[in-house]
């Protein structure tokens, strides 16, 4: 069965929380994980897709941190792994370029996985449930339906482009067309949310604090024992670890592990 929209909202929120309240990179690759798994499994999202997307955003993050931090991380008491001239492989520098990039890689893992497997409306009933303001829930949904928004304009303005003899497969070409395309986006996309937003007034929208969902989602005490759990769960664990109760190696500990 389906899970609520706001509840997963809320475990979205919450592995957020987890990964970035939790000093230890097995928190983050836990959540990497089992976002993967969740991609693969659901019939709602397209794991090429999902991946693709990782790869993309949180693949430049790993060369960054990997150059930055784990070749020229400062400081005279940094153990030293090998030296290649004034660059240095150390071992804290690694441990910190670990925990970066798994950060970024499993916020942007959850992300894309709520993305793909939502939709605007969802989402908004989502956050209707979870008390937030109408205003801010419609925001938010609107910002959602911009994405299948821009793949469809890049799509039919390559495709525009093609057709007038533009050899839209070459990258250095694409990159040329890049200002003409993001402008139309541009324009189109504003001019629908204005659109949407007469029809929405002329129809009511705001007059009520509580609008009727746009469909039937499970209820019920289990999905909210779910949500609350979640919170409760994740508060506790991150307290627990700021705390000094939650004993959970750090990078520098896996990689002392390993090299020993």
Do not use: K, N
């Amino acid at each position: 069965m389906r899970l609520h929209p706001a509840t997963e909202l809320v475990l979205l929120g919450c592995a957020l929380l987890l990964v970035y309240g939790v000093p230890s990179p097995l928190i983050p690759a836990a959540v990497l994980i089992a976002a993967a798994v969740g991609a693969a499994a659901s019939p709602r999202v397209r794991f090429r897709s999902w991946a693709l997307t990782l790869v993309v955003l949180a693949g430049p993050m790993l060369i960054m941190v990997g150059i930055i931090q784990g070749l020229f991380y400062p400081g005279e008491q940094a153990e030293v792994l090998t030296e290649f001239g004034p660059a240095a492989v150390t071992v804290e520098g690694l441990a910190l370029a670990i925990q970066l990039w798994l950060r970024v890689a499993a916020m942007v893992a959850v992300c894309a996985l709520f993305a793909f497997g939502s939709d605007p409306s969802r989402a908004f009933d989502g956050l209707l449930t979870l008390r937030l303001p109408l205003s801010l829930a419609y925001v938010c949904a609107a910002a959602m339906s911009l994405i299948p928004l821009a793949q469809h304009r890049v799509r039919a303005a390559l495709a525009a482009r093609s057709a007038r003899g533009w050899d839209t497969d070459r990258l250095s070409v694409r990159l040329r067309l890049l200002t003409g395309v993001l402008t139309g986006l541009l324009v189109t996309a504003i001019t629908q949310l204005d659109q949407r937003h007469d029809a929405l007034t002329q129809r009511g929208f705001g007059q009520s604090s509580h609008p009727t969902p746009a469909q039937f989602y499970p209820a019920g005490a289990g999905q909210r024992g779910l949500r609350w759990g979640a919170v409760l769960g994740s508060v506790l664990a991150v307290g627990a670890s700021l705390a000094g109760l939650l004993p959970l190696p750090s990078a520098t500990d896996l990689l002392g592990a390993f090299d020993a």
